[in-house]
């Protein structure tokens, strides 16, 4: 209901907010485009990626410090999070389809997370190794 009556950005920033305060997490935030508004479905997307994106930042990457970029001033909208948790071997992600296949849940997570954003047209590339933290950049259409 949030996103219906506030919009995307709010409801990020409201988010974001949350995640730090419930998580004792340092998280930053950039919202470029604020006043812009989507088609329903698509806001609900872009938001639920985003708490995706951040919940893997607590749940496996152990991060002391997320930063979300929502860029909404451009077709493709444009989303980023970066933490300084533990990393993983990126190229893993983009080596199968099959998330069944990959023993680590996070990996599995970003493997379905990356079919889904395909699925609507989207890109996601994935920056990460062992000793550094991960970046995580998702293009998504405005558009079908």
Do not use: C
Not at 47 to 70: G, H
């Amino acid at each position: 209901m949030m996103l219906d009556d506030l919009g995307i950005a709010a409801t990020v920033r409201r988010y974001s907010e949350s995640f730090a305060e419930k998580n004792d997490i340092h998280t930053q935030y950039e919202i470029i485009n604020e006043d812009r508004r989507m088609q329903n479905y698509r806001e609900v997307f872009i938001f639920r990626t985003i708490q995706e994106l951040m919940s893997m930042t607590r749940d496996y990457a152990a991060a002391t410090e997320v930063k979300l970029r929502l860029d909404m001033s451009t077709d493709p909208i444009k989303i980023l999070v970066e933490d300084d948790g533990r990393g993983f071997d990126a190229d893993i992600v983009f080596a199968t389809d099959d998330d069944s296949v990959v023993d680590d849940a996070r990996i599995s997570a970003l493997i379905l997370l990356k079919n889904k954003v395909s699925l609507v047209g989207g890109e996601m590339t994935v920056q990460s190794n062992e000793t550094d933290g991960s970046v995580i950049r998702i293009e998504v259409p405005i558009d079908d």
